[in-house]
């Protein structure tokens, strides 16, 4: 909603300085189509030249993070406590037990507690594959964590890039804007017998290219590129936790220290309390006992 809120406070406070300066928006209305139609279609060929379709794809599915934020909200973090919990506490009673749920999670009786965890798969995948080393006595807790985090080191250079490619395209927007203006500035050279108020209406409809180049960059493109990489790094907390937490398993610390370092490496705004933690943990051994 926010995201809405600045397009609409950048048009209102652009146009409306311009029109209250005495500006007319007869020439920009004019020329806008045709200076948009070379600004942005050259922006987005560059785009296609320099990405695959599969980072195009990724980047148009990205943009959507810009309005909606991270995906990853306190209920989410407070679930993953407990879901972590609930795997190390089974995973010490009966090792033969937790096989089942991490081999087979879709049909697991506890991840399937957590749907919104459960249809994430890096997530999935990063606990299953850690418990599961584990189990194959792959336990060096200083080995684990640096493969854990060379993993996540890939993973965020993989989400990074479509912030990366519209960073690049708001970088390219104001030369691209410079090009507009040039080609303006040739059609006005090529009347120049014009009378000039005539010439006047050509130089100003070129300077539209120059002002549409920069206008898209600093007010659009690239705070996109720095949103995104904002949420991306914020969602990313959520598998550092499971990294935090799974490495204190295999330090041998108590099932609930394990938990409690995860709450305290858990973002500030989505961390869940102490008392609202140990309440939840009490649902889930009393759903556990039953």
């Known amino acids: 909603m926010i995201g809405f809120v600045g397009i609409g ?9 311009y029109i209250l300066a005495g500006g ?5 209305i004019k020329s806008l189509p045709f200076e948009m139609m070379m600004i942005g279609g050259a922006a987005v060929g560059a785009f296609l030249i320099s990405n695959d379709m599969a980072a195009v794809k990724h980047t148009l599915k990205d943009v959507g993070k810009v309005f ?4 990853w909200k306190h209920d989410d973090y407070r679930d993953l406590l407990c879901l972590l919990f609930e795997l190390i506490r089974l995973a010490r009673q009966n090792p033969v037990a937790i096989e089942e749920h ?6 697991s009786s506890i991840f399937s507690k957590y749907p919104r965890i459960l249809s994430d ?11 599961r080393s584990a189990s194959m006595n792959y336990d060096d807790p200083h080995q684990v ?3 854990l985090e060379k993993r996540m080191e890939a993973n965020a250079h993989h989400a990074q890039h479509s912030s990366h490619a519209l960073q690049a395209m708001a970088d390219a927007l104001p030369a691209l804007g410079i090009v507009a203006a040039v080609l303006g500035v040739i059609k006005t050279m090529a009347a120049i017998d014009q009378p000039p108020e005539v010439l006047g209406g050509m130089i100003g409809g070129a300077l539209v290219g120059t002002f549409l180049g920069v206008f898209l960059a ?3 493109v690239g705070p996109f590129a720095g949103r995104l990489k904002t949420v991306i790094d914020d969602d990313a907390h959520f598998y550092q936790l499971i990294r935090e937490v799974l490495v204190a398993n295999l330090h041998n610390h108590a099932t609930n220290i394990c938990i409690e370092v995860g709450r305290q490496n858990t973002p500030s705004h989505c961390r869940p309390s102490f008392s609202e933690l140990e ?9 556990g006992a039953a």
């Open 9 to 17: 406070v950048i048009f209102a406070m652009v146009f409306g300085g």
């Open 24 to 28: 007319k928006m007869g020439i920009i």
């Open 68 to 71: 909606k934020g991270p995906k």
């Open 102 to 107: 991490i081999e087979d999670p879709e049909n």
């Open 121 to 131: 798969k890096e997530a999935i995948a990063l606990i299953c594959d850690t418990m």
């Open 145 to 147: 964590e640096e493969v």
């Open 218 to 220: 600093y007010g659009f």
């Open 279 to 287: 309440e939840a943990l009490k649902d889930v051994k009393s759903s």
